[in-house]
DNA sequence: TTTATATACCTAAGTAAATTATGTAATTTA
DNA sequence: TAAATTACATAATTTACTTAGGTATATAAA
């Protein structure tokens, strides 16, 4: 997968969870390929996910209980469909509630800095 | 230094260099324990830099050329304190630029997902 | 038609930024 | 005078990523 972010990958890191877990309790079911692509259209390709992080990530969570899978053949090929667990579905309303506060926190502290551009979060 | 954070600490990860080049691009320069102060005051505790990640990226910044140090004694002790260079001024507006579009993007995204609450970012 | 691109999964090695833990020492407060 | 705060530092470990590969089917373009 190409990788031409707009963002320096940084700030991505430790937000990764949380995009996929509420992606999946936004659209009820998906397989990693499709997460993929659909944030990176919604996203206007300024966030890309790489497959090298998603998959041990799925892989994780499924581990860890959050999420559940399923396997459906499309032709010749296998497709993996994820769909969030109970503590999934927890666990996806607190990390984005989690993120808000972060990123209203966070701007907050840089507008302070910086007052040359106006932010209302 | 005790942490008790009210954010899992992966989502200031990758900030903590925006944090600390802003925090310098306003106040002109400070020394490292005041910083980890500052910041805790303004977040109300909700972000608390840890000194094991701000020492070393003080001076890795140092080593890159954003900052310049100057020591100061007070009494026996002496303490350190960093300002930006040019390039470190530069880098500290760019960072929070790509910060701001960054949580803006988030935003939107984890909106589109969870529309319980409302976000104007 | 065969070649390139897209779809779709996977893992292993290496990196970078943090955490955790520890250390030193001066200064201030209880 | 003991405890807490101020103020610096580093080393070992952890972890989440990047980078770089690998496999294979399906589709579009040349």
Redesign the pocket.
């Known amino acids: ?3 031409c ?1 707009m963002y320096s ?2 700030l ?6 949380t995009v996929v877990l509420s992606l999946l309790a936004k659209k009820g079911r ?8 659909h944030v990176k259209e919604e996203t206007e390709g300024k966030i ?13 969570l499924e581990a860890d209980g959050l999420l559940l ?1 399923e396997k459906v053949s ?9 769909r969030l667990t109970k503590e999934g579905t927890e666990s996806a309303a607190s990390l984005v509630e989690e993120f808000k506060e972060f990123s209203k926190t966070m701007n907050r502290l840089l507008n302070n800095y910086t007052l040359t551009t106006a932010y209302h979060g």
Chains 1, 2 share one sequence.
């Not at 890309?48 to 994780?60: D, F, I, M």
């Open positions: 997968m190409y990788i972010l990958n940084e991505i890191k430790g937000t990764l969870k998906m397989y990693g390929y499709e997460i993929t692509q890309q996910l790489t497959e090298g992080a998603l998959y041990p990530l799925l892989h994780r899978t499309i032709g010749k090929r296998v497709r993996k469909y994820y």
